[in-house]
Each structure stands twice: as structure tokens, then as C-alpha cells.
């Protein structure tokens, strides 16, 4: 297993997750498998966006960690990383180059993992300065309701090439990008589905929270591309793996995130105050197994069914 490693003050695009974290040291991690979920969930910076494109996702994955309180001028160091039974767990020590006093600050790290023995992990655990500061427990489930059949159009112009069965895309860093067109109509079809479990979910009132009694955005719960190893669907009947380009799937998953303090006690996540106001059993019901999508491009039709995974987030 290697592992690289670069510091941010906060990685994270969701700042709220931040509310989670309320003694020292407590910390959020997540596994970022997929190219989309990394820049979907990861702060826009040069350096963030530069190590997420040097990352080959088909070997390696992402690990993005938030822990607090320290100083401001603090850094987070990964010392060593362990694989444990059922997943990893990161030994990782602050460095403060000035003893000063300053406000207290989150850190993070993004860590990219590569690892031939082990696929992606279950449990990720982190220990700052020798202390136990969070574990995450992943927990996946496929969609239990009915499949659902829709119809989209393309959301991001391409380019035929002279083959007709390949496309071109400029992607976000302003390069060209070439692939089959197969694989161009299953990720369009993946980005519909993701839209429309969103839109299921909010006009079921399902992704929004409150706060004193006002409603707000919820960010406990979200629809974002991730993705899944065959190892998920061996026992997935509705599901045949073969279907998809490599060992990694990119699919629609509902991420439900729930985080408890030393004590037990619900900080972030589902509950009466904050959160999906429905427990993760609830939303595995609600979520459709798959999604069968057309998307209507100007040259033809092409469809795709996109199982629609559930993914819990416990950390504690």
C-alpha cells in the first residue's frame, strides 16, 4: 500500500460538516473512489484540483479528513497508515511551527491510497497526536423501490469524432478528453439519475432539515456519482457488473451521514433538529433500484439502466 498525502486547511466544499466535529481531537474522514465524487465533495483550489487529476482512479482511491480544534498555525501530518480488518486507519501527528496564540482552526488532509491487496475500505479510523479522533463506518445498500424510467437530454456538449461510435469532452481543466460513445451515454444517464432521485427527494421533503424551527438546505444527505466495486453486486441480483467498463462502476448513491460525539451524543446528521428527517433504513425504501434513462442525443437514443446504490456514513 502507498499512500501520498497533501494538507489543506479545510478540504472539504461543505463547511458545515464542521459542526460535527465538537472536542479535540475529533475528526469527519470519507473515501472519495471516483474522479466526479472527489470534485463534487473537495474544495476548488489549485492544489486540490491538481492532485485529484493526478489521480488514476481505476488504481487508487481518495481519503479526505477534517479534524479540529488547533491553532491556525498548526499542520497535519500522516505519520503511518494501517490497514485493520475490515478497512484503514491513519496515524497522524500536528505540527506547529509557531507556538504563538492564535484562533483555533480545522485541518485536513487528502490522501491518495493505492492499494493492490485491498479494495476500498469499510471502517476508516484516525488517531491525531496518539488519540482516538473519529472512525467512519460505511455501510452500502441498493435502492429497494420500484425501478424508475426517464428520459434527458445531454447536460455537456461534446464533439463526434470521425468515428462515429466515439466522442469528445472538454473537461474542467480545459482539456480534451476522447472516449467510447457507450461510455459517454452511461455517464449522462448516470448524471439524470442523480438528478432525479435529487428532485424525488426534495419534493418528498426528504433532504431538508431545521434548525430552531426554520428550514434550511440539507447538507446530511445528498445525491452525488461514486463509485462501487464489483464486490458490492456479487450477491446483487438486479445488478450484472459486467456491464460496466472497469472495476469500479460510477453510479447515483444517496449519501446519509450521521456523526456522534465521544459521549454518544447526535452532533451532525439525522435527527430532530438536524438532518434527513428520516432514518437510512427509510431512505434505502424510498430509493429506486435502478433507473433505466435515455438520453436523447442529437445523433440517437441511448439507454442505459443505472442501479442506484444507498451509502450510510456512521462516525463516531
Same mark, same amino acid.
Given at each position: 500500500m502507498s499512500v501520498e498525502s497533501l494538507y489543506r486547511a479545510s478540504p472539504l466544499a461543505d463547511g458545515e460538516l464542521a459542526?460535527?466535529?465538537?472536542? =479535540?481531537?475529533?475528526?469527519?474522514?470519507?473515501?472519495? &473512489?471516483?474522479?466526479?465524487?472527489? *470534485? !463534487?465533495?473537495?474544495? %476548488?483550489?489549485?492544489?486540490?484540483?491538481a492532485f485529484i487529476n493526478e489521480t488514476d482512479f481505476n488504481e487508487s482511491y481518495l481519503v479526505a479528513i477534517?479534524?479540529?480544534?488547533?491553532?491556525?498555525?498548526?499542520?497535519?501530518?500522516?505519520?503511518?497508515m494501517d490497514r485493520t480488518e475490515s478497512g484503514i486507519h491513519?496515524?497522524?501527528?500536528?505540527?506547529?511551527?509557531?507556538?504563538?496564540?492564535?484562533?483555533?482552526?480545522?485541518h485536513g488532509l487528502v490522501l491518495r491510497i493505492t492499494d493492490?491487496?485491498?479494495?476500498?475500505?469499510?471502517?476508516?479510523?484516525?488517531?491525531?497526536d496518539g488519540e482516538d479522533?473519529?472512525? =467512519?463506518?460505511?455501510?452500502?445498500?441498493?435502492?429497494? &423501490?420500484?425501478?424508475?424510467?426517464? *428520459? !434527458?437530454?445531454?447536460? %455537456?456538449?461534446?464533439?463526434?469524432?470521425?468515428?462515429?461510435?466515439?466522442?469528445?469532452?472538454?473537461?474542467?481543466?480545459?482539456?480534451?478528453?476522447?472516449?467510447?460513445f457507450a461510455e459517454w451515454g452511461t455517464r449522462q444517464a448516470t448524471s439524470a439519475a442523480i438528478d432525479h432521485v435529487q428532485t424525488f427527494f426534495e419534493e418528498e421533503g426528504i433532504v431538508k432539515g431545521t434548525v430552531d424551527g426554520a428550514e434550511i438546505s440539507e447538507t446530511a444527505m445528498d445525491v452525488e456519482p461514486d463509485a462501487v466495486t464489483d464486490e458490492f453486486f456479487e450477491n446483487e441480483e438486479a445488478v450484472d457488473p459486467s456491464e460496466f467498463?472497469?472495476?469500479?462502476?460510477?453510479?447515483?448513491?444517496?449519501?446519509?451521514?450521521?456523526?456522534?460525539?465521544n459521549e454518544g451524543e447526535l452532533e451532525y446528521g439525522s435527527g430532530e433538529n438536524w438532518g434527513p428527517q428520516v432514518d437510512f433504513e427509510t431512505v434505502v425504501e424510498s430509493t429506486p433500484q435502478s433507473?433505466?434513462?435515455?438520453?436523447?442525443?442529437?445523433?440517437r437514443d441511448d439507454t442505459s439502466v443505472v442501479p442506484v446504490l444507498c451509502l450510510r456514513e456512521e462516525i463516531y
Amino acid at each position: 500500500m502507498s499512500v501520498e498525502s497533501l494538507y489543506r486547511a479545510s478540504p472539504l466544499a461543505d463547511g458545515e460538516l464542521a459542526n460535527g466535529l465538537s472536542s =479535540t481531537p475529533s475528526s469527519y474522514q470519507t473515501v472519495l &473512489a471516483d474522479r466526479a465524487a472527489a *470534485e !463534487a465533495r473537495l474544495e %476548488q483550489h489549485e492544489d486540490v484540483d491538481a492532485f485529484i487529476n493526478e489521480t488514476d482512479f481505476n488504481e487508487s482511491y481518495l481519503v479526505a479528513i477534517l479534524a479540529g480544534l488547533w491553532s491556525s498555525p498548526h499542520r497535519l501530518e500522516l505519520a503511518a497508515m494501517d490497514r485493520t480488518e475490515s478497512g484503514i486507519h491513519a496515524v497522524v501527528e500536528t505540527v506547529s511551527p509557531d507556538a504563538g496564540d492564535h484562533d483555533l482552526a480545522y485541518h485536513g488532509l487528502v490522501l491518495r491510497i493505492t492499494d493492490e491487496v485491498a479494495g476500498i475500505p469499510k471502517t476508516v479510523s484516525v488517531e491525531v497526536d496518539g488519540e482516538d479522533a473519529g472512525t =467512519t463506518e460505511r455501510t452500502l445498500a441498493l435502492g429497494e &423501490a420500484p425501478p424508475v424510467s426517464i *428520459e !434527458a437530454a445531454p447536460d %455537456q456538449e461534446y464533439e463526434q469524432s470521425r468515428d462515429d461510435n466515439r466522442v469528445s469532452i472538454e473537461t474542467e481543466t480545459g482539456e480534451t478528453k476522447e472516449m467510447a460513445f457507450a461510455e459517454w451515454g452511461t455517464r449522462q444517464a448516470t448524471s439524470a439519475a442523480i438528478d432525479h432521485v435529487q428532485t424525488f427527494f426534495e419534493e418528498e421533503g426528504i433532504v431538508k432539515g431545521t434548525v430552531d424551527g426554520a428550514e434550511i438546505s440539507e447538507t446530511a444527505m445528498d445525491v452525488e456519482p461514486d463509485a462501487v466495486t464489483d464486490e458490492f453486486f456479487e450477491n446483487e441480483e438486479a445488478v450484472d457488473p459486467s456491464e460496466f467498463e472497469s472495476e469500479a462502476a460510477v453510479v447515483p448513491v444517496v449519501r446519509h451521514t450521521t456523526m456522534y460525539s465521544n459521549e454518544g451524543e447526535l452532533e451532525y446528521g439525522s435527527g430532530e433538529n438536524w438532518g434527513p428527517q428520516v432514518d437510512f433504513e427509510t431512505v434505502v425504501e424510498s430509493t429506486p433500484q435502478s433507473a433505466e434513462v435515455t438520453v436523447t442525443f442529437p445523433e440517437r437514443d441511448d439507454t442505459s439502466v443505472v442501479p442506484v446504490l444507498c451509502l450510510r456514513e456512521e462516525i463516531y
